[in-house]
C-alpha cells in the first residue's frame, strides 16, 4: 500500500512539473497550439481585403517561382487584381506574433481552390531565419510587424518579390 501512494504521489508531481513547463513556455511565447483561430472567420467565406485593418506585405521567393507568367499570375492575385488559372500550389508562411497577417493570409487562401494555398503559422525568429536563408515560399506579413521585428533587410533580397498590398 505504501508503495501505491509514493507511485501516485509521483504521478502527480509529475504532472505538475509538466503543467508549470508548459504554463511557462506558453507565457512566453516558445509554445503555441494550433493557428491564431481568435481572428479568422469561423464561416469559412471569402474575405475581401478592404475587411481587414491596416496595410500589408508579401514576400514571394522568386528562387521557386521562376517562371514569369506563374509569378505575374501570382503578383497579380495578391493584389487583389483578376487573375488567370495558376496550376502549383503555395505555402504561405505567417508570423504567430501578427493575427492582422493571418487574417490577410486567410482571406487570400479564401480566393484560391481548395488545398491551393497552405498557412503555416510560426514564430517570428523561425520565419524570419527561413526568410534570410531562402527557404520560404510565400509570406505575409502586417506591415507593423516587419518594423517591429526589424526584418526590413529582408525587403531589399534580391531573390524577393516583395507586393505592397
Given at each position: 500500500m505504501e508503495l501505491f501512494k509514493r507511485t501516485i504521489f509521483r504521478i502527480i508531481a509529475l504532472v505538475i512539473v509538466c503543467a508549470a513547463?508548459?504554463?511557462?513556455?506558453?507565457?512566453t511565447g516558445h509554445l503555441s497550439f494550433g493557428s491564431v483561430d481568435a481572428v479568422s472567420k469561423a464561416t469559412g467565406e471569402i474575405i475581401s481585403r478592404d475587411e481587414v485593418d491596416g496595410t500589408f506585405t508579401v514576400?514571394?521567393?522568386k528562387d521557386l517561382h521562376k517562371d514569369a507568367e506563374t509569378l505575374t499570375e501570382w503578383e497579380k492575385?495578391?493584389?487583389?487584381?483578376?487573375?488567370?488559372?495558376?496550376?502549383?500550389?503555395?505555402?504561405?508562411?505567417?508570423?504567430?506574433?501578427?493575427?492582422?497577417?493571418?487574417?490577410?493570409?486567410?482571406g487570400l487562401r479564401s480566393r484560391l481552390p481548395e488545398n491551393q494555398m497552405e498557412l503555416k503559422v510560426i514564430t517570428a525568429p523561425m520565419i524570419a531565419d527561413k526568410l534570410r536563408h531562402g527557404v520560404f515560399d510565400t509570406a505575409v506579413f502586417s506591415d507593423n510587424t516587419i518594423k517591429q521585428l526589424g526584418m526590413e533587410d529582408i525587403l531589399t533580397m534580391?531573390?524577393?518579390?516583395?507586393?505592397?498590398?
Open positions: 513547463v508548459v504554463g511557462i513556455l506558453t507565457a514576400l514571394i521567393n492575385f495578391f493584389r487583389g487584381e483578376p487573375y488567370g488559372f495558376i496550376f502549383e500550389d503555395i505555402i504561405c508562411y505567417v508570423s504567430s506574433s501578427d493575427p492582422a497577417g493571418f487574417e490577410m493570409a486567410q534580391p531573390n524577393v518579390d516583395v507586393l505592397h498590398i
